[in-house]
Protein backbone atom coordinates (compact mmCIF):
# COMPACT_ATOMS: atom_id res chain seq x y z
CA UNK A 1 0.00 0.00 0.00
CA UNK A 2 1.19 3.74 -0.78
CA UNK A 3 1.78 5.87 2.24
CA UNK A 4 2.86 9.61 2.46
CA UNK A 5 4.82 10.87 5.46
CA UNK A 6 4.91 14.53 6.04
CA UNK A 7 7.24 14.56 9.12
CA UNK A 8 6.90 17.88 10.15
CA UNK A 9 3.65 18.78 11.94
CA UNK A 10 4.03 22.56 12.03
CA UNK A 11 6.19 24.79 10.23
CA UNK A 12 6.79 28.64 10.43
CA UNK A 13 7.95 30.82 8.86
CA UNK A 14 8.79 35.20 8.67
CA UNK A 15 6.78 37.23 6.14
CA UNK A 16 8.95 37.51 2.38
CA UNK A 17 11.07 34.29 3.61
CA UNK A 18 11.10 31.08 2.02
CA UNK A 19 10.32 27.89 3.50
CA UNK A 20 10.78 24.52 2.52
CA UNK A 21 7.70 21.38 3.37
CA UNK A 22 9.22 17.87 3.75
CA UNK A 23 6.60 15.32 1.97
CA UNK A 24 8.19 11.58 1.49
CA UNK A 25 6.05 8.72 -0.26
CA UNK A 26 6.31 5.07 -0.52
CA UNK A 27 5.38 3.15 -3.77
CA UNK A 28 6.05 0.23 -5.57
CA UNK A 29 4.53 1.91 -9.01
CA UNK A 30 7.00 3.59 -11.24
CA UNK A 31 4.24 6.20 -12.99
CA UNK A 32 2.26 8.24 -11.00
CA UNK A 33 1.09 11.66 -10.00
CA UNK A 34 2.30 13.89 -6.63
CA UNK A 35 0.52 17.17 -5.63
CA UNK A 36 0.45 19.93 -2.87
CA UNK A 37 -2.89 20.77 -1.78
CA UNK A 38 -3.68 23.62 0.79
CA UNK A 39 -6.24 23.75 3.36
CA UNK A 40 -6.44 27.63 5.02
CA UNK A 41 -8.98 27.96 7.29
CA UNK A 42 -11.68 27.87 5.48
CA UNK A 43 -11.10 24.48 4.68
CA UNK A 44 -11.30 24.49 1.00
CA UNK A 45 -8.63 22.10 -0.59
CA UNK A 46 -6.88 23.91 -3.07
CA UNK A 47 -4.43 22.42 -5.55
CA UNK A 48 -0.93 24.20 -5.29
CA UNK A 49 0.92 22.31 -7.56
CA UNK A 50 1.36 19.03 -9.31
CA UNK A 51 4.39 16.48 -10.40
CA UNK A 52 4.21 13.49 -13.07
CA UNK A 53 6.30 10.97 -11.97
CA UNK A 54 7.77 10.70 -15.43
CA UNK A 55 8.75 14.43 -15.97
CA UNK A 56 12.19 15.26 -14.47
CA UNK A 57 11.72 18.51 -14.54
CA UNK A 58 10.67 20.06 -11.07
CA UNK A 59 7.33 21.46 -11.12
CA UNK A 60 6.43 25.24 -10.79
CA UNK A 61 3.81 27.29 -9.86
CA UNK A 62 4.59 31.31 -9.56
CA UNK A 63 6.36 31.39 -5.81
CA UNK A 64 5.80 27.58 -5.26
CA UNK A 65 8.37 25.19 -6.64
CA UNK A 66 9.04 21.42 -5.63
CA UNK A 67 11.94 19.35 -5.30
CA UNK A 68 10.61 15.98 -6.79
CA UNK A 69 13.79 12.98 -5.93
CA UNK A 70 12.19 9.99 -7.57
CA UNK A 71 15.06 7.74 -6.38
CA UNK A 72 14.66 9.06 -2.87
CA UNK A 73 10.67 8.95 -2.83
CA UNK A 74 10.89 12.88 -1.80
CA UNK A 75 8.58 15.28 -2.82
CA UNK A 76 8.88 18.96 -1.12
CA UNK A 77 7.43 22.19 -1.67
CA UNK A 78 9.16 25.18 -1.23
CA UNK A 79 7.00 28.74 -1.02
CA UNK A 80 9.18 31.82 -1.74
CA UNK A 81 8.36 35.14 -0.54
CA UNK A 82 6.14 34.13 1.87
CA UNK A 83 2.52 35.97 2.51
CA UNK A 84 0.61 36.07 4.96
CA UNK A 85 -2.01 34.07 2.48
CA UNK A 86 0.01 31.14 2.46
CA UNK A 87 -0.82 30.84 6.04
CA UNK A 88 -2.69 27.17 5.77
CA UNK A 89 -1.91 23.37 6.68
CA UNK A 90 -0.70 21.94 3.68
CA UNK A 91 -1.17 18.20 2.19
CA UNK A 92 1.25 16.09 0.12
CA UNK A 93 -1.03 13.30 -2.15
CA UNK A 94 0.21 10.47 -4.45
CA UNK A 95 -1.76 9.06 -7.30
CA UNK A 96 -1.11 5.82 -8.75
CA UNK A 97 -1.11 6.45 -12.90
CA UNK A 98 -3.82 3.98 -13.16
CA UNK A 99 -6.72 5.95 -11.48
CA UNK A 100 -8.17 5.74 -7.76
CA UNK A 101 -7.62 7.30 -4.90
CA UNK A 102 -4.98 10.38 -3.46
CA UNK A 103 -3.24 9.32 -0.72
CA UNK A 104 -2.89 11.97 1.53
CA UNK A 105 -0.27 12.90 4.43
CA UNK A 106 -1.09 14.11 7.72
CA UNK A 107 -0.73 17.75 6.42
CA UNK A 108 1.86 20.32 7.80
CA UNK A 109 0.63 23.59 9.41
CA UNK A 110 2.20 26.29 7.87
CA UNK A 111 2.48 29.88 9.91
CA UNK A 112 3.49 33.49 8.53
CA UNK A 113 4.37 35.87 10.95
CA UNK A 114 4.40 39.43 9.50
CA UNK B 1 -19.21 28.46 -11.57
CA UNK B 2 -18.87 26.40 -8.63
CA UNK B 3 -16.96 22.75 -9.50
CA UNK B 4 -17.79 20.39 -6.99
CA UNK B 5 -20.57 21.73 -4.61
CA UNK B 6 -21.91 19.75 -1.55
CA UNK B 7 -24.79 20.36 0.87
CA UNK B 8 -24.86 21.58 3.65
CA UNK B 9 -22.12 23.03 4.73
CA UNK B 10 -23.15 22.26 8.15
CA UNK B 11 -25.09 19.46 9.72
CA UNK B 12 -25.61 19.06 13.38
CA UNK B 13 -27.61 15.96 14.43
CA UNK B 14 -28.72 13.84 17.22
CA UNK B 15 -26.87 10.47 18.17
CA UNK B 16 -29.39 7.60 16.30
CA UNK B 17 -30.36 10.00 13.24
CA UNK B 18 -29.84 9.13 9.51
CA UNK B 19 -28.86 11.86 7.56
CA UNK B 20 -27.52 12.75 3.88
CA UNK B 21 -24.76 14.50 2.10
CA UNK B 22 -25.20 15.51 -1.50
CA UNK B 23 -22.69 16.58 -4.07
CA UNK B 24 -22.85 17.40 -7.89
CA UNK B 25 -19.95 17.99 -10.24
CA UNK B 26 -19.96 20.14 -13.13
CA UNK B 27 -16.84 19.49 -14.09
CA UNK B 28 -17.45 16.23 -16.78
CA UNK B 29 -15.56 14.06 -14.64
CA UNK B 30 -15.48 10.04 -14.39
CA UNK B 31 -14.48 9.64 -10.74
CA UNK B 32 -16.07 10.70 -7.68
CA UNK B 33 -14.93 10.31 -4.38
CA UNK B 34 -15.66 10.55 -0.56
CA UNK B 35 -13.32 11.49 2.03
CA UNK B 36 -13.23 12.13 5.98
CA UNK B 37 -11.22 14.96 7.56
CA UNK B 38 -11.13 13.86 11.08
CA UNK B 39 -10.67 16.56 14.48
CA UNK B 40 -6.78 15.91 13.91
CA UNK B 41 -7.28 17.18 10.56
CA UNK B 42 -6.15 13.40 9.35
CA UNK B 43 -7.75 12.92 5.25
CA UNK B 44 -8.73 9.38 4.10
CA UNK B 45 -10.73 7.85 1.83
CA UNK B 46 -14.09 6.23 1.94
CA UNK B 47 -15.74 6.13 -1.32
CA UNK B 48 -14.62 6.22 -4.72
CA UNK B 49 -16.82 6.05 -7.82
CA UNK B 50 -16.27 5.83 -11.53
CA UNK B 51 -19.44 6.35 -14.07
CA UNK B 52 -21.93 5.16 -11.68
CA UNK B 53 -19.82 2.38 -10.31
CA UNK B 54 -18.24 1.67 -7.03
CA UNK B 55 -14.54 1.42 -7.19
CA UNK B 56 -13.22 1.92 -3.97
CA UNK B 57 -14.63 0.65 -0.30
CA UNK B 58 -12.33 1.22 2.17
CA UNK B 59 -13.06 0.22 5.69
CA UNK B 60 -16.18 2.11 6.36
CA UNK B 61 -19.10 1.14 8.66
CA UNK B 62 -22.17 -0.20 6.65
CA UNK B 63 -23.71 2.33 8.39
CA UNK B 64 -22.62 4.49 5.65
CA UNK B 65 -24.05 4.11 2.32
CA UNK B 66 -23.21 6.03 -0.71
CA UNK B 67 -25.43 6.29 -4.14
CA UNK B 68 -24.69 7.40 -7.78
CA UNK B 69 -27.35 8.58 -9.79
CA UNK B 70 -25.19 9.50 -12.59
CA UNK B 71 -22.02 10.46 -13.01
CA UNK B 72 -22.03 13.82 -12.11
CA UNK B 73 -23.56 13.16 -8.95
CA UNK B 74 -22.09 11.08 -5.67
CA UNK B 75 -24.41 11.26 -2.40
CA UNK B 76 -23.34 10.09 1.57
CA UNK B 77 -26.42 8.58 3.79
CA UNK B 78 -25.57 7.58 6.83
CA UNK B 79 -27.95 5.39 9.34
CA UNK B 80 -27.77 5.43 12.97
CA UNK B 81 -25.19 8.54 13.49
CA UNK B 82 -22.79 7.76 16.50
CA UNK B 83 -20.76 10.42 18.22
CA UNK B 84 -17.34 9.18 16.33
CA UNK B 85 -18.67 9.91 13.01
CA UNK B 86 -18.51 13.55 13.73
CA UNK B 87 -16.01 14.92 11.37
CA UNK B 88 -15.58 16.88 7.92
CA UNK B 89 -16.23 15.49 4.69
CA UNK B 90 -15.49 16.21 1.64
CA UNK B 91 -16.22 15.22 -1.88
CA UNK B 92 -14.42 15.15 -4.68
CA UNK B 93 -13.66 14.70 -8.66
CA UNK B 94 -11.35 13.57 -11.06
CA UNK B 95 -10.82 12.69 -14.41
CA UNK B 96 -9.63 9.56 -15.71
CA UNK B 97 -5.92 9.25 -16.55
CA UNK B 98 -4.93 9.70 -19.97
CA UNK B 99 -7.37 12.53 -20.17
CA UNK B 100 -5.24 15.33 -18.78
CA UNK B 101 -5.61 16.61 -15.14
CA UNK B 102 -6.24 14.34 -12.95
CA UNK B 103 -6.24 16.18 -9.24
CA UNK B 104 -8.67 15.80 -7.33
CA UNK B 105 -11.07 18.76 -7.06
CA UNK B 106 -12.71 19.28 -4.13
CA UNK B 107 -16.24 20.42 -2.78
CA UNK B 108 -16.38 23.16 0.41
CA UNK B 109 -16.70 20.28 2.58
CA UNK B 110 -19.47 19.82 5.08
CA UNK B 111 -19.16 19.67 8.95
CA UNK B 112 -21.15 17.10 10.63
CA UNK B 113 -21.34 17.32 14.12
CA UNK B 114 -23.08 14.31 16.26
CA UNK B 115 -24.26 15.03 19.49
Known amino acids: AQTVTQSQPEMSVQEAETVTLSCTYDTSESDYYLFWYKQPPSRQMILVIR??????QNATENRFSVNFQKAAKSFSLKISDSQLGDAAMYFC???????????FGDGTTLTVKP | DTAVSQTPKYLVTQMGNDKSIKCEQN?????MYWYKQDSKKFLKIMFSYNNKELIINETVPNRFSPKSPDKAHLNLHINSLELGDSAVYFCASSQDPGRGNTEAFFGQGTRLTVV
Open chain 1, 93 to 103: AYRKWSAGKST
Open chain 2, 27 to 31: LGHDT
Open chain 1, 51 to 56: QEAYKQ
